[in-house]
């Protein structure tokens, strides 16, 4: 996984993330975040805590995420390409 800080104040931080086929993170924590999606692709996140979920995503989607624990798994054969936007409180 490439992961490239875009920009950080004390209200958000940016990230451009990509992920590669097969590629996992390991287990991390996000606080309320926004997931703008670049690229159709596959993923999964399962949860330190509740229900695993397989997206697909399509480019344009914008996704809402309380805050969180999780890995995320790239599961598609392409170029999974993401933008993160954390939210600050």
Do not use: C
């Amino acid at each position: 996984m490439e992961q490239i800080l875009v920009m950080e104040n004390d209200r958000v931080r940016v990230l451009d993330v990509q992920f590669k086929p097969g590629e996992k993170t390991a287990m991390h924590t996000h606080p309320n975040h926004v997931v703008y999606v670049f690229n159709d692709g596959k993923f999964k996140l399962t949860p330190s805590k509740g229900k695993i979920q397989e997206l697909d995503l399509k480019a344009g989607q914008a996704f809402w995420f309380d805050a969180t624990s999780h890995t995320t798994e790239n599961l598609g054969k392409t170029d999974v390409h993401l933008l993160v936007f954390e939210l600050k409180e």
